[in-house]
């Protein structure tokens, strides 16, 4: 494909600002189980995101590369209506903004890299 493509960088962008700030609280495996057993941490988050199985929801897969709305993680940040417990993140800060949400999408529209 040519033309511009809206480059996301993981390991900036999302990794340091959102998943540090917003998610590595509960998603981690400091002195914890990371809740659903989901560790976001730098160095490990992409692995335990990409082509892996959702652990609260049977057939579902985190994260698609190429297919941001069949990604379990864009359902759970966006609420989605079939998703097995709450909205993400659950305990403060507010949820991410419509700009962040967009981030990740693009992000996994670009096939999820790890960048």
């Given at each position: 494909?040519?033309?511009?493509?809206?480059?996301?960088?993981f390991?900036?962008?999302?990794?340091q600002?959102?998943?540090?700030?917003?998610?590595?609280?509960?998603h981690?495996?400091?002195?914890?189980?990371?809740?659903?057993?989901?560790?976001?941490k730098?160095?490990v988050?992409?692995?335990n995101?990409?082509n892996?199985?959702?652990?609260?929801?049977?057939?579902?897969t985190?994260?698609?590369?190429?297919?941001?709305?069949g990604s379990y993680?864009?359902?759970?940040l966006?609420?989605?209506?079939?998703?097995?417990?709450?909205?993400m993140?659950?305990?403060?800060?507010p949820f991410?903004?419509t700009?962040?949400?967009?981030?990740?999408?693009q992000w996994?529209q670009?096939?999820?890299?790890?960048n």
């Open positions: 494909p040519s033309g511009q493509t809206n480059t996301v960088t390991s900036t962008q999302i990794q600002q959102i998943f540090n700030p917003a998610c590595v609280a509960c981690t495996d400091d002195g914890r189980t990371p809740s659903s057993n989901l560790n976001l730098t160095g988050s992409i692995a995101l990409v892996v199985a959702s652990v609260g929801k049977a057939g579902a985190r994260v698609v590369p190429g297919n941001p709305s993680l864009i359902q759970k966006e609420g989605a209506p079939d998703i097995v417990g709450l909205r993140p659950r305990n403060g800060p991410l903004t700009e962040q949400i967009a981030l990740i999408r996994i670009n096939g999820a890299p790890n």
